[in-house]
């Protein structure tokens, strides 16, 4: 899609269609829909007033506009009532929009974002809008021969304003916004590719991709680097499968030289077959999304280099499959991590904890201002804070308000559970340092003391994306399957951190 931001008056421009919002609320049309409706002879307000339409969240109706118009074709947006209005729904309405005008075969569109008195600023409307719209738009199609629906794509998204002043602040929010959704389609990407075509070599070769094209430092370690670094919990889990594990290493340097970087650490089992403890067969096939915290370091970076943020990032993606074969670990088995603590292995299926294990030790060797961690680790954070909710647990307040506040903005919603030091029983081992799971009860909160064994002194929070990184059934601006979930919220952590930095400074 080519979003472009242009001076003029809404009632002048020439398209296919132009989207204006309306609030529940309202009884009669108000900023921009007030003026076309003016232009229309009053035929939105004929159709509020017949009941056709409320303006309900999500809702839409299209008006000819019978040649009063250059355009033919006005879409009314539902935006609910103002006092629920947020920049969330705000994305919903134009994914929801943009939707209905994709079902139109409509390809270009001209949108005002004058609702009317608003207390948003106008560049977070306009990132919204365009973060939205674009989300919304995302489909997986490249296995698809059989059937074809017809929809084209609408490819040109212009935003026209009146005021020459705003011109600056929706520019740099929908520029924001592109590159951002951007990353969030790549990301979408790798976690819909089967694994057939997502092996951790492949995964490496996309990274490698995204470091030529964003002009990034990218590093690959072969098995044979991997073994000699120790990191053996990363090599027990890739055992029983004939495809090697790849350690991943991406880095944006946007600060200074002397600047410590952040560390991303994303989870890359490229397919989870839970190894020798076989999970179900039942929704199996998902299993190819267990890269998904990988995948978003990928599209971070990839962003954050586009956006020029100016801080140094490196991002450590530990890859591999965990398949049950003659050669794979065994429950019973112990295996010496990086940082020389063993670990006995309870049950197979409880991998990725092992290959982060050995990835935090490994960022260690960066000195890290801080580091962050993103994983689909446990079933039990699903059950705990279930589909839509990110759980986030560390051992830094700052760290961890830092990313709610990111949370926030972005709507990708985290929930933090606690780090209970009386819990690091349920994870000591008879026979090794420690063992790999605890157990069903507090699954989620074991996994994270589990991890924290090898973060050092660092700053550090963990992710668990295990319920939104794959989504079973649509929401507004997510499609449903991969959502692309923590690419957003990493890049406004980013951001804010940066703007934070140079306040201080």
């Known amino acids: 899609m080519n979003i472009t931001v242009k001076t003029g008056a809404i009632t002048n421009v020439e398209s296919e269609i132009l989207l204006v919002g309306h609030f529940e609320d309202n009884r ?23 009941g056709d339409f409320e303006g309900k969240l999500y809702s839409s109706s299209v008006v000819y506009t019978r040649g009063l118009l250059r355009s033919r074709r006005v879409i009314i947006a539902g935006m609910g009532k103002k006092k629920d209005f947020n920049l969330e729904r705000l994305r919903g309405v134009f994914s929801k929009a943009a939707q209905k005008i994709r079902d139109l075969n409509i390809t270009k569109l001209a949108v005002s974002l004058d609702f009317g008195e608003s207390d948003l600023y106008v560049r977070d409307v306009a990132h919204a809008a365009v973060e ?6 995302y489909r997986f199609m490249p296995y698809k021969t059989l059937e074809e629906d017809g929809k084209k794509e609408p490819v040109d998204f212009t935003i026209v304003e009146g005021n020459p002043g705003l011109l600056e602040d929706i520019r740099e929010g929908a520029r924001t916004a592109e590159i951002i959704s951007r990353a969030v389609y790549l990301t979408r990407d790798l976690v819909s590719t089967p694994s057939n075509d997502m092996t951790p070599a492949i995964l490496a070769d996309r990274a490698r991709d995204v470091a030529k094209e964003g002009n990034l430092e990218i590093e690959v370690l072969s098995e044979t680097e991997i073994k000699k670094l120790g990191m053996n919990a990363l090599l027990g889990v890739a055992k029983g499968s004939s495809e090697e594990a790849k350690l991943i290493l991406l880095k944006y340097n946007g600060g200074k030289e002397k600047d410590k970087p952040i560390a991303l650490v994303g989870k890359g089992i490229t397919f989870d077959s839970g190894g020798i403890s076989i999970k179900p067969a039942e929704r199996m096939e998902e299993m190819k999304a267990d890269m998904s915290g990988g995948a978003a370091v990928i599209g971070t970076i990839k962003a954050a280099a586009e956006l020029n943020i100016p801080l140094n990032v490196v991002g450590i993606i530990p890859a591999a499959e965990n398949l049950p074969s003659g050669t794979a670990y065994k429950p019973g088995d112990i295996l010496k991590s990086m940082s020389g603590i063993t670990i006995e292995i309870k049950n197979t299926d409880a991998e990725g904890r092992l290959i982060l294990a050995d990835a935090l030790t490994f960022a260690e060797r960066y000195k890290p201002e801080a580091i962050i961690d993103l994983a689909t680790l446990t079933g039990a954070c699903v059950i705990a804070l279930g589909e839509y909710l990110t759980g986030m647990m560390g051992t830094d307040g700052a760290l961890k308000k830092a990313i709610r506040s990111a949370s926030e903005t972005t709507g990708e919603a985290v929930w933090e559970l606690p780090l209970w030091d009386e819990y690091n029983d349920l994870i000591k081992s008879d026979i090794a340092d420690i063992k ?19 973060t050092g002194d660092y700053p550090w929070v963990h992710l668990d994306i295990a319920g939104p990184a794959f989504l079973l059934k649509d929401k507004p601006y997510i499609p449903k399957g991969a959502s692309g979930v923590g690419v957003r919220l990493l890049v406004q952590f980013l951001v804010d951190r940066s703007r934070a930095s140079d306040a201080n400074s």
């Open 436 to 454: 790999n799971t605890g157990g069903r009860a507090g699954g989620t909160i074991t996994a994270a003391l589990l991890l924290k064994k090898f």
């Open 132 to 137: 939205g719209a674009i989300l919304g738009l």
């Open 28 to 50: 009669t049309p108000e900023g921009a829909a007030r003026l076309l409706d003016e232009k229309c002879n009053g035929l939105i307000s004929e159709l509020l007033e017949e």
